[in-house]
């Protein structure tokens, strides 16, 4: 296959914006932030995934306020002091070829946790808490906590709710000034907005709950707060749990089709379909799934609401990717665990599907000598990717 044959590695133009690639890097929380900022260690983390190809290189959920924090390692936006090291990373992934996108999220009732390999990521209890690392009070649309037994939220009023919105739209022209090319707005994994969207908790009688659209309020209201402080030139992508993943009676994927209707109304460009997360992570769950599992839901909504979508969860290699994109079930393809097991992950599809024999779309300093070894191992009965030609 040639380059321009690979739907995976060809661009994909949204405004004025040109994804080099199909491939973005699934947002993925770190918690080595300190008080909100990130560090040179973001820096290399994030850069390495530039390096390794990726069209699109998207930070971990970044809190629009303190308390919008999963943990206290979780990077933050509410400050100007934050754009400065943000800055240094869009740079960087710019100078690689690669655009920078910033996922933008409010915790509210899964906030005040443990890093994940502090106390298995549950929530921060006075007993356990790290030195100047209390529970900090949590905000939902109801006073329901996240499971029994966990803190309950307080219910945020309507100016409350007004002054998050406010913060969303904030950290957006934050975010325009570092430098990004694309924003994600958190609304999944049961979240501050998922939290709203879904009937399983926001018990809500005003105009932020009661039917689908008071739900739907929250989420379209940071959506264009966020386009009125972002250059109508750059991209919006919303994160939807496609399905909420608490039960009977939850928010269903028709819902995420309603929704995601009026989010492109709103000024969204792409649907990211992930999905569940209401109760628990959405992701520490060993039950069966299946590769790709969630693309049913790219297309889904692809297709029904008739705008392009995202596919992540379970992605792992060139192959796959290539057949989403060529059945037409989804636009863009996000890499989450397979990236940092193989950072190089790009580099390594292209391989695969054979549209960079000579290592050409490497950075230089890798991809001349990468190049100039295939000979020698061919010799030594070996392929260009290193592997035994015999296995
Ligand atoms: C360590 C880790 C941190 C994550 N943090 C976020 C996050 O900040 N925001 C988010 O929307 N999803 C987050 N996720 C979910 C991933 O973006 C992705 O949807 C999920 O891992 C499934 O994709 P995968 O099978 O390619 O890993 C996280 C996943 C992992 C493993």
Redo the contacts with the bound molecule.
Sequence with gaps: MSGTDCALLSPFKIRDTVFPNRVVL?????CRAIDGHMSDWHLVHYGKFALGGFGTVMT??VAVEPGGR?SYGCPGLWSDDHIPMLRRIVDFVHSQGALAAI?L?HSGRKGSSHR?WEANYGPITPADALPGEGPWPLVGPVAKPVTEGSLAPHALTVEEIRAIVVKFGEAARRADEAGFDMIEI?G??GYLIASFLTPLVNERTDEYGGDRTGRMRLALEVTREIRANWPAGKALFF?VSSEDGGGPGGWSVEDSVALARELHQAGVDVVDC?SGGLRSS??LQNNARGLGFQVPYADQIRHDASLPTMA????LDGQQAEAILREDRADFI???????YDPFWVHHAAQQLQTDPQFNQWNQSAGWWLQRRVGTLKLAGCRADGTRAEA
């Design positions: 699934a947002p993925m929380m770190q971990e959920a999963i996922q999220g994940p958190h999944a994994h994160r992930s959405a992701v992540v969860g379970l992605i996000a890499i989450g665990r397979q990236a940092m």
